[in-house]
């Protein structure tokens, strides 16, 4: 498993009963977490003290009780800052769990950048929320292509962007279908040093198209693999569905870049050290393909 164990500003206490304890800066935050099934003894006072908890609903999504929590705060993981906003579906902006990603998609571009100074690398980044991956490749050096279809999270990324120093970088925000977009590009003839995927579950396009991850992935990395560089850095697929193991991703990395481009797979579980336990939280999967 690839654990995000270099967090300051980001920690899980505990986790029992489907939730997770989280410190997010100063502020405790108690939200659901379907991977935890287990019902383990929870220590008092350190559950105590919540500045919000997000309670599921029994007939589907739910609501946050705030206790005393602001409205917007900041945190920073090494060099990078971002902003964290509580907002429905107990989201807070950011999933901690991608550092693991981050620290390894800057060792590639800065390793690439130190052998030629002058080479521009390309990044795409789809289904890129708030750009946690878009600004940790920026800070590296990397020219990225934002793309997401909500016109709110492109601008929040814009201003986690701003607060890592990046706003004169070269990142190119779209709002837009990321399968359209990719269509798009391919009819362009434009290429990518690096692409990045972070697809959702379940989801609808712009005119009713039904996206189910298990269904539609492998025609999406298929369709996006064309617009890959001829010496490409790496291709990196996330997974948040539990269902999916991390082999699969291995597999359609294997069958769809590797076979065209020279390099290593590797697929593993992603996930956060609990701090009361001494464990790991699983947080999804991840598939790496890295050229030679």
């Given at each position: 498993?690839?654990?995000?164990?270099?967090w300051?500003?980001?920690?899980?206490l505990?986790?029992?009963?489907?939730?997770?304890?989280?410190?997010?800066?100063?502020?405790k935050?108690?939200?659901?977490?379907?991977?935890?099934?287990?019902?383990?003894s929870?220590?008092?006072k350190?559950?105590?003290?919540?500045?919000?908890?997000?309670?599921r609903?029994?007939?589907?999504?739910?609501?946050?009780?705030?206790?005393?929590?602001?409205?917007?705060?900041?945190?920073?993981?090494?060099?990078?800052?971002?902003?964290?906003?509580?907002?429905?579906?107990k989201?807070t902006?950011?999933?901690?769990?991608?550092?693991?990603?981050?620290?390894?998609?800057?060792?590639?571009?800065?390793?690439?950048?130190?052998?030629?100074?002058?080479?521009?690398?390309?990044?795409?980044?789809?289904?890129?929320?708030?750009?946690?991956?878009?600004?940790?490749?920026?800070?590296?050096?990397?020219?990225?292509?934002?793309?997401?279809?909500?016109?709110?999270?492109?601008?929040?990324?814009?201003?986690?962007?701003?607060?890592?120093?990046?706003?004169?970088?070269?990142?190119?925000?779209?709002?837009?279908?990321?399968?359209?977009?990719?269509?798009?590009?391919?009819?362009?003839?434009?290429?990518?040093?690096?692409?990045?995927?972070?697809?959702?579950?379940?989801?609808?396009?712009?005119?009713?198209e039904?996206?189910?991850?298990e269904?539609?992935l492998?025609?999406?990395?298929?369709?996006?693999?064309?617009?890959?560089?001829?010496?490409?850095?790496?291709?990196?697929?996330?997974?948040?569905?539990?269902?999916?193991?991390?082999a699969?991703?291995?597999?359609?990395?294997?069958?769809?870049?590797?076979?065209?481009?020279k390099?290593?797979?590797?697929?593993?579980?992603?996930?956060?050290?609990?701090?009361?336990?001494?464990?790991?939280?699983?947080?999804?999967?991840?598939?790496?393909?890295?050229?030679?």
């Amino acid at each position: 498993m690839w654990v995000a164990g270099d967090w300051k500003d980001y920690r899980v206490l505990d986790c029992s009963e489907g939730e997770k304890l989280e410190m997010w800066g100063e502020y405790k935050l108690l939200r659901p977490d379907p991977q935890v099934i287990w019902s383990t003894s929870k220590d008092k006072k350190l559950w105590g003290g919540l500045n919000a908890h997000y309670r599921r609903s029994n007939k589907g999504g739910g609501e946050w009780d705030f206790f005393d929590l602001p409205e917007q705060w900041t945190i920073s993981y090494k060099d990078l800052r971002f902003n964290l906003k509580p907002f429905s579906f107990k989201h807070t902006g950011l999933f901690p769990e991608q550092a693991v990603n981050w620290d390894w998609m800057r060792g590639i571009i800065g390793n690439a950048l130190k052998k030629d100074p002058r080479r521009k690398v390309k990044v795409l980044n789809l289904f890129a929320y708030t750009g946690g991956a878009t600004v940790a490749c920026a800070k590296e050096g990397a020219a990225v292509t934002h793309v997401d279809a909500s016109k709110g999270m492109v601008g929040w990324a814009k201003e986690n962007a701003q607060l890592s120093g990046l706003g004169e970088a070269p990142i190119r925000y779209i709002v837009d279908d990321c399968k359209k977009f990719v269509e798009r590009e391919i009819r362009r003839g434009n290429r990518y040093d690096a692409i990045i995927m972070d697809p959702p579950s379940y989801g609808r396009g712009p005119s009713g198209e039904i996206w189910k991850l298990e269904e539609s992935l492998y025609p999406f990395v298929e369709l996006t693999e064309q617009l890959l560089s001829d010496d490409p850095l790496f291709v990196l697929i996330n997974s948040y569905t539990t269902g999916l193991q991390p082999a699969v991703l291995t597999y359609l990395l294997g069958t769809l870049v590797a076979k065209k481009h020279k390099g290593q797979v590797i697929s593993d579980e992603i996930g956060l050290p609990v701090e009361h336990t001494g464990l790991v939280l699983p947080c999804g999967a991840s598939g790496r393909f890295t050229a030679e």
